[in-house]
């Protein structure tokens, strides 16, 4: 690997560090590394890779996708290449991927379909677009990041209240028939129950996203 390409790659990541102000795990220093040398590789043979999740990259982790935007600034002025945006997106990625520990980049993917698609499940249980930008919304995704996170990495909360659940059944009904919904969807896919715990937390944040 060119030893322009690594010390751009140390820039890029000097940066992220700066911007998210988080710890990164020290394997981004190699993963990134090789994902910018064949990504470079790819242009210079013009071939282009189109990113899926380009749009949930930038409405769910939208600070890591400014760092790939800032990371395309970087290589187009130290190594003269200029990546298309999907790039971006793809090195968002592994920024999410070096936040999250013994957490995989297939799993990190497999985390941001989950949560596009526990959102779409809310869209169409109430018929409604969310505001994407209030505050409820933006503390909703902070939950279902920390959310999905744990159920890739197998950690369950345990139940504390179950007559609070009982409670929100009655006062939040419809929320609480989304909140079900969203139980079969990670049943059927990732064969995980949810505790009843979990289930409250969804249900209130439900509420307060289809609300605000």
């Not at 999410?96 to 499940?121: G, P, R, Y």
Request: aromatic content about 10%.
């Amino acid at each position: 690997m060119p030893l322009e390409q690594i010390q751009a790659t140390n820039e890029i990541i000097s940066f992220a560090k700066a911007s998210l102000g988080k710890k990164l795990s020290q394997n981004i220093y190699i993963s990134l590394a090789d994902h910018i040398n064949f990504a470079i590789e790819r242009n210079g043979q013009g071939i282009k890779v189109k990113n899926a999740l380009l749009w949930e990259i930038k409405k769910l982790y939208n600070h890591e996708y400014l760092v790939g935007k800032e990371a395309l600034s970087i290589i187009k002025r130290r190594l003269n290449v200029e990546l298309p945006e999907d790039e971006a997106g793809f090195i968002a990625l592994h920024f999410v991927n070096a936040l999250m520990d013994d957490i995989s980049m297939e799993k990190t993917t497999d985390m941001t379909k989950m949560i596009q698609n526990i959102l779409n499940i809310i869209k169409y249980h109430f018929n409604l677009e969310l505001d994407e930008y209030s505050i409820h919304y933006e503390r909703f995704i902070t939950h279902l990041k920390f959310f999905a996170q744990r159920i890739f990495m197998g950690v369950t909360i345990e139940d504390q209240d179950d007559q609070f659940l009982e409670v929100l059944k009655t006062k939040y009904r419809k929320e609480y028939e989304c909140t079900l919904k969203i139980k079969e969807y990670i049943h059927s896919e990732f064969n995980w129950a949810l505790s009843e715990d979990e289930m409250v937390y969804l249900t209130i944040h439900i509420n307060r996203v289809t609300n605000s």
